[in-house]
């Protein structure tokens, strides 16, 4: 990740052009998602085919991009869903994903949270400790259903990410080591209430070496064939997600390269794999477009301040994240210019030293790469509503979430006054 443009010149692409985009904006106002539903598509099939013959099931996870249409949009592809709240396991079912394709990750999850998930009778949940473990088997006693579970294991490997979205090293708070794991196999092997059908782990996001993934499946491969070998009867090997995408210029896996690369350590195993992706579905797959407001300049620093927000899309505020840029309005000259938006944070950026030709007030630039862990991750940080979310698909245009209004926004707190 870095904040300095990059030297090859951003383009767009798939149903994405110059001209739709103008009118996208037009019709629907700005700041605004705009996602390529064939793009998804594209992506997801991909990663499909890469599988090729082995049992597979892709597990959309939501968390990148959980709007309901982008849900339903996998659903139809047969996807499943990697959830990590009840939230998320209520969008699933909205949107279509079958119950039996549905898991639940994340270290915090609460009792009436797993209660609700063994309801619903949702594949399995990933424990990412003992205690939760003992917590869900609890759960599972008093409601009568026993539980599937699968444990996420901790590979202590070092992912080369980002250390925000790094979550396999032992530092991390994510899952148990190898060795606790074994002891949670053999406890929940003995209760009648845990039945262990999945072994997880998933070391980060924004992955772009394989090393770390075939290391990682090696080591659980190998604690898989022990617990094999006393009669654990684990059926699913449940790869994570985290495969990452190309921001710039940086080179990426590619989806084939990884499902060699864990196939290959699974020589010997009869299971069906899981992958949760969420980035590499959704993030090339969507842009957000935002108005130029007003232009100044500092000395010689050039600022171009827009009406999209941190607020709107934080991965440059939170993470140095790296986003191209682009003008909808061409022009042969260039010149630097930090891209800002109007919430009251220094922080408050969406790219730095962009090369940008001379701009008009209201002239539309285009951030690329904003499909994933944008909207998703937006907030409503100085009463500012969340933009709306459009989807271009077969050369249709089509709205999937409304601008939120003010009142909306004031809807929880006004009946108090
Ligand atoms: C976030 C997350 C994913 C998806 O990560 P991407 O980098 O978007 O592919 C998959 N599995 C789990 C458990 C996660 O927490």
Do not use: W
Not at 185 to 212: D, M, N, R, V
Request: proline share 4%.
């Amino acid at each position: 990740m870095k904040n300095t443009h990059s030297l090859n010149t951003p383009k767009l692409s798939g149903n994405f052009d110059k001209t739709l985009l103008q009118r996208v904006a037009r019709e629907f106002g700005t700041p605004l998602y705009v996602y390529d539903f064939d793009r998804i598509q594209e992506k997801y099939e991909q990663l499909k085919v890469a599988f090729g013959g082995r049992k597979t099931m892709i597990c959309y996870a939501l968390k990148a991009n959980s709007n309901l249409s982008v849900i339903k949009k996998l659903a139809s592809l047969e996807s499943g869903a990697d959830c990590v709240s009840l939230g998320e396991i209520k969008r699933a079912i909205l949107a279509g994903i079958p119950k039996y394709k549905m898991i639940y990750s994340g270290v915090g999850k609460q009792e009436f949270e797993i209660k609700e998930a063994l309801k619903i009778g949702i594949l399995f949940i990933n424990v990412e400790s003992k205690e939760e473990m003992l917590l869900v088997e609890s759960c599972a006693k008093k409601l009568g259903i026993p539980a599937r579970i699968s444990v996420r294991v901790n590979p202590d490997i070092d992912p080369q990410t980002h250390p925000y979205i790094s979550t396999g090293l032992k530092e991390n708070k994510f899952g148990v080591s190898i060795e606790e794991a074994k002891g949670m196999y053999l406890l929940a092997h003995q209760s009648k209430y845990l039945e262990p059908i999945g072994i997880h782990f998933h070391i980060g996001s924004q992955l772009t070496k394989l090393k770390p993934i075939a290391e990682s499946a090696q080591k659980i491969a190998q604690l898989t064939h022990s617990l094999l070998a006393l009669k654990i009867d684990i059926k699913f090997f449940d790869i994570g997600g985290g495969i990452g995408i190309t921001y710039s210029d940086e080179a990426t896996i590619n989806p084939y390269d990884y499902a060699q690369a864990v196939l290959g350590e699974l020589h010997g195993l009869d299971l069906t794999i899981i992958c949760e992706p969420g980035r590499f579905i959704v993030g090339n797959s969507g842009i957000f477009l935002t108005k130029v407001l007003y232009q100044k300049e500092h000395q010689s620093k050039r600022f171009v301040i827009v009406d999209g927000a941190m607020n709107d899309l934080i991965r440059p505020s939170l993470y140095n994240a790296y986003h191209q840029i682009i003008s909808l309005v061409e022009s042969q000259s260039v010149s630097p210019a930090d891209v800002v938006g109007p919430i009251c944070e220094s922080g408050d950026y969406l790219g730095k030293n962009v090369s940008l030709p001379p701009l008009q007030n209201g002239d539309l630039l285009a951030i690329l790469s904003a499909g994933a862990y944008g909207f998703s991750m937006a907030s409503n940080y100085n009463t500012r509503p969340r933009c709306a979310e459009v989807a271009i698909e077969n050369g249709q245009i089509r709205l999937i979430r409304k601008r939120e209004s003010i009142e909306d926004l004031v809807a929880l707190e006004k009946d108090y006054l």
